[in-house]
């Protein structure tokens, strides 16, 4: 069993700064690539950052220069440091994660999402 708990949303004003933090727990083996995901109300789902276990990362443009992800494989945390926010980044964001657990089952996993409002 694999869990992937965030914490970190919250309301901001334009211009502020937040970071999500996201914990996985249960039977892992591994952590391949980790990454953040948003949707806001009427949208579809977004890629907003990844990381591998190698650190390397890839970002949305709108995000690009405002946004940093960051990873503990020590403790398998994975970051969004969000400065510089807008109101076009409220959303749900969500964690997800690629992970092999002990019975060498690769599987794809989600955290439970956290909300992201940007209002003055």
């Known amino acids: 069993q694999v869990q992937l708990v965030e914490s970190g949303g919250g309301l901001v004003q334009p211009g502020g700064s937040l970071r999500l933090s996201c914990a996985a727990s249960?039977?892992?083996?591994?952590?391949?690539?980790m990454g953040w995901y948003r949707q806001a109300p009427g949208k579809e789902r977004e890629l907003v950052a990844a990381?591998?276990?190698?650190?390397?990362?890839n970002y949305a443009d709108s995000v690009k220069g405002r946004f940093t992800i960051s990873r503990d494989n020590a403790k398998n945390t994975v970051y969004l440091q969000m400065n510089s926010l807008k109101p076009e980044d409220t959303a749900v964001y969500y964690c997800n994660a690629a992970i092999v657990v002990y019975s060498g089952l690769p599987g794809d996993y989600w955290g439970q999402g956290t909300q992201v409002t940007v209002s003055s």
């Open positions: 990381i591998t276990s190698g650190g390397s990362t």
């Open positions: 249960g039977s892992i083996f591994s952590i391949n690539a």
